[in-house]
């Protein structure tokens, strides 16, 4: 019998879970709805407590490193705004016209050094909402909280996002992973298909 040549199969990664295939389907075909849903949801995270974070991930995982960072750095000062608008309108500067002394002493670098004061309460709270709540019933301005807050998220995001996009890679789960896995997938079904027609031919052509 003719001995048909071997072939060497195209090594494939790992394939990823069958619902983050169905999750970059979704978000393609939602299109713009889905982002404006994913504005939405990211933008009343901060006020409803919800955790900030599964929509940084969400940003990266759905639509890349770089476009994941680029909405996180915009959504997440924005979120804050959002809250910090919020509760100032319901409760006012409450703890600017207290008289409780370690209320003032809290407040007195606030007043002083407003922007920095922001900014270091970002780089050690990140994101909790509780901040924004404590910055809305004080006296600082709308614009020193928004610039203190923007400055402050830069540096814990662009990490976040860095150690999120690796996580990623590593198990598999970003879009491009998906389009080379399928990409080898039918690769591999054209070399199984080539093989059983040769071997159909192989055995018409020995009988």
Same mark, same amino acid.
């Given at each position: 019998?003719?001995?048909?040549?071997?072939?060497?199969?195209?090594?494939?990664?790992?394939?990823?879970?069958?619902?983050?295939?169905?999750?970059?389907?979704?978000?393609?075909?939602?299109?713009?709805? %889905?982002?404006?849903?994913?504005?939405? %949801?990211?933008?009343?995270? *901060?006020?409803? +407590?919800?955790?900030?974070?599964?929509? !940084?991930?969400?940003?990266? /995982?759905?639509?890349? +490193?770089?476009?994941?960072?680029?909405?996180?750095?915009?959504?997440?000062?924005?979120?804050?705004?959002?809250?910090?608008?919020? &509760?100032?309108?319901?409760?006012?500067?409450?703890?600017?016209?207290?008289?409780?002394?370690?209320?003032?002493?809290?407040?007195?670098?606030?007043? *002083?050094?407003? &922007?920095?004061?922001?900014?270091? /309460? $970002?780089?050690?709270? =990140?994101?909790?909402?509780?901040?924004?709540?404590?910055?809305?019933?004080?006296? @600082?301005?709308?614009?020193?909280?928004? !610039?203190?807050?923007?400055?402050?998220? &830069? %540096?814990?995001?662009?990490?976040?996002?860095?150690?999120?996009?690796?996580? @990623? !890679?590593?198990?598999?789960?970003?879009?491009?992973?998906?389009?080379?896995?399928?990409?080898?997938?039918? *690769?591999?079904?054209?070399?199984? *298909? =080539?093989?059983?027609?040769?071997?159909?031919?192989? $055995?018409?052509?020995? =009988?």
């Amino acid at each position: 019998m003719p001995h048909s040549p071997s072939r060497t199969l195209p090594s494939l990664p790992p394939r990823p879970p069958e619902n983050t295939s169905q999750v970059h389907k979704a978000i393609d075909k939602a299109g713009y709805l %889905g982002i404006a849903l994913y504005i939405l %949801g990211f933008g009343l995270s *901060e006020l409803l +407590h919800l955790p900030a974070m599964v929509f !940084v991930v969400a940003g990266v /995982l759905c639509w890349g +490193h770089f476009k994941g960072w680029l909405l996180a750095l915009i959504m997440a000062p924005l979120s804050c705004c959002l809250s910090f608008l919020v &509760v100032r309108k319901i409760g006012g500067q409450v703890l600017a016209d207290s008289q409780w002394s370690f209320v003032q002493k809290l407040m007195a670098k606030l007043d *002083e050094y407003p &922007v920095r004061t922001v900014v270091t /309460l $970002r780089l050690c709270f =990140f994101l909790a909402p509780a901040i924004n709540y404590v910055l809305a019933l004080s006296s @600082i301005s709308f614009k020193n909280f928004f !610039v203190g807050t923007a400055a402050g998220l &830069v %540096g814990p995001l662009t990490i976040a996002v860095f150690f999120i996009d690796r996580l @990623i !890679v590593y198990m598999g789960w970003s879009k491009v992973q998906n389009a080379e896995i399928g990409a080898a997938l039918h *690769e591999l079904g054209d070399e199984f *298909e =080539f093989g059983a027609m040769g071997g159909r031919h192989g $055995r018409g052509a020995f =009988f």
